[in-house]
T-cell receptor, first 121, second 114 residues
Framework: GAVVSQHPSRVICKSGTSVKIECRSL??????MFWYRQFPKQSLMLMAT?????????EQGVEKDKFLINHASLTLSTLTVTSAHPEDSSFYIC?????????????????FGPGTRLTVL | LAKTTQPISMDSYEGQEVNITCSHN???????ITWYQQFPSQGPRFIIQ???TKVTNEVASLFIPADRKSSTLSLPRVSLSDTAVYYC???????????????FGTGTQLKVEL
């Protein structure tokens, strides 16, 4: 149990275009999803927290108009990088948790997706 | 959020036991301690989680002293495939707004050699 998927796994786009990344919890309902960004040789940096059906909470320094997050259902959250530029090239990782827990997952653990490598030319 | 401090890197050999210690001096009463493993270009993988004393699962043990200001991840008989970055995180699962907001530190790069 506790499988999180991301799509696409890798994307290359031209500068100025928008890219959408999907994060899905496959076998549990994710009341909360998190989006992280990781640059080479660095740790994960939390970008935003989203709860199903409500607006995302962004970390300081993260532009909410540039990184649009939608968490429309208990199993899907999307991150859209709008007007992407080369400096947005990074590894984007989502995670999901469920405070309600369940038979197979802990109530207070984040389960991470495999990540999406974004390259902006 | 509690800040964590870990060694930047550790080296070991196959078959040895590896202990990675993490300091979290300002851990809060409701905080849990969680360890993740990350391979290059992959998302972190949950290893183990605990609140106090000792927790053991099929891959690792987690030792937490009574004051909870530190924790030690123990990997028995490591192999080459255990070469990865290991992150120690603390967080409160009942934070307002839901979810367990975690802050990743620098992590520990473990290198296992033959």
């Amino acid at each position: 149990g506790a499988v999180v998927s991301q799509h696409p796994s890798r994307v290359i786009c031209k500068s100025g275009t928008s890219v959408k990344i999907e994060c899905r919890s496959l076998d549990f309902q994710a009341t909360t999803m998190f989006w992280y960004r990781q640059f080479p040789k660095q740790s994960l940096m939390l970008m935003a927290t989203s709860n199903e059906g409500s607006k995302a909470t962004y970390e300081q320094g993260v532009e909410k108009d540039k990184f649009l997050i939608n968490h429309a259902s208990l199993t899907l959250s999307t991150l859209t990088v709008t007007s992407a530029h080369p400096e947005d090239s990074s590894f984007y990782i989502c995670s999901a948790s469920n405070l309600g827990g369940g038979l197979t997952i802990s109530t207070d653990t984040q389960y991470f997706g495999p990540g999406t490598r974004l390259t902006v030319l | 959020l509690a800040k964590t401090t870990q060694p930047i890197s550790m080296d070991s050999y196959e078959g040895q036991e590896v202990n990675i210690t993490c300091s979290h001096n300002n851990i809060a009463t409701n905080d849990y301690i969680t360890w993740y493993q990350q391979f290059p270009s992959q998302g972190p993988r949950f290893i183990i989680q605990g609140y106090k004393t000792k927790v053991t699962n099929e891959v690792a043990s987690l030792f937490i002293p009574a004051d909870r200001k530190s924790s030690t991840l123990s990997l028995p008989r490591v192999s080459l495939s255990d070469t990865a970055v290991y992150y120690c995180l603390v967080g409160d699962p009942l934070l307002t707004g839901g979810g367990n907001k975690l802050t990743f530190g620098t992590g520990t790069q473990l290198k296992v050699e033959l």
